[in-house]
């Protein structure tokens, strides 16, 4: 069993930065694969991005792709999404989850733990 909690989310203006962080308990395999999605009012909800826990393979979305930076932090089993350049369409919810790392990364059904969430909002 894992838990997943995720911090750092706010208000930012277009063009600004912040770093989510998803803090997992439990004991989180090496094979395991934690992801960022995020969910906007009225839309479905989308990957942003992931790694394996070695931290060694990543994946991002491409509207996020040389922006968003994803990484871990092994002794302290959290994960971080550093978000540079924000958008106005990157104002969501946004997840962090974890898979047993056998499925698609970019799938949300795949993965079997979520956390609560964590609003960013970016103004114009």
């Known amino acids: 069993q894992v838990q997943l909690v995720e911090s750092g989310g706010g208000l930012v203006q277009a063009g600004g930065s912040l770093r989510l962080s998803c803090a997992a308990s439990?004991?989180?395999?090496?094979?395991?694969?934690v992801g960022w999605f995020r969910q906007a009012p009225g839309k479905e909800r989308e990957f942003v991005a992931a790694?394996?826990?070695?931290?060694?393979?990543?994946y991002y979305s491409d509207s996020v792709k040389g922006r968003f930076t994803i990484s871990i932090d092994n002794v302290k089993n959290t994960v971080f999404l550093q978000m540079n350049s924000l958008k106005r369409e990157d104002t969501a919810a946004y997840y962090c989850?974890?898979?047993?790392?056998?499925?698609?990364?970019?799938?949300?059904?795949?993965?079997?733990?979520w956390g609560q969430g964590t609003q960013v909002t970016v103004s114009s």
């Open positions: 790694l394996k826990w070695s931290g060694v393979v990543k």
């Open positions: 439990g004991r989180p395999s090496s094979r395991y694969v």
């Open positions: 989850a974890a898979s047993y790392g056998s499925g698609n990364p970019v799938r949300s059904n795949e993965y079997n733990y």
